[in-house]
């Protein structure tokens, strides 16, 4: 689970500094960037049971097996987070507010409802939310969930398409995440093709 968290922080943080440029809101990028680096740290601190329980979906939905190993990375990750920040303080020095939204933005990111129900939540945590979401709709993780969740790819481009608006919480990121879904459902239809004439 480590190495695909490495290459989902490498792919997804050029969708972090897009919803940077297309939000209306103040943005402390300092705060987006380095809360979205650590805000899987928590899977490093768990079992293989509980990262195989955390995949139990129904498209973006949670199975109840997996609401818990969810809760309990964002947990365990903000935990990390005070950790590093306090034993090692970046330079210069982040304020107690900067602190603050990183581990409400590494506590929330997998909660996009919670962030919703808030209200009046910086647009750096929001962007961090959808920074990570958008990492669903990427081709790599499109067919590698098909696998690890034993869905098949058009149900699982459904799935998407059905839990978009309520996984994303700034428009800019449910813009992106609706045009990543068209790229999908282009290599869907030809790897639908390609099983035909195979």
Partial sequence: HVRTTDVHVATCLPFARELIQASSGTIDERVVHIAFILHDSGWGQMTEQEIADSLGVAGLALSGAAVGPKARHAELGRDLAKRILTEHPPDPPLSEEQKRMIYDAIFYHDKPEQLAARGNVSPSIQIVC??????????????QDTVRKGVA??????????????????????????????????????????????
């Fill in 130 to 143: 959808d920074t990570d979401h958008l990492w669903s709709f990427t081709h790599e993780n499109f067919w």
């Fill in 153 to 198: 790819p058009t149900s699982y481009l459904e799935n998407l398409g059905q839990d978009l608006d309520g996984y994303f919480v700034t428009s800019p990121g449910k813009g992106r995440a609706r045009k990543m879904l068209e790229d999908r459902r282009v290599e869907v239809a030809s790897w639908e093709d390609w099983i035909r004439r195979n």
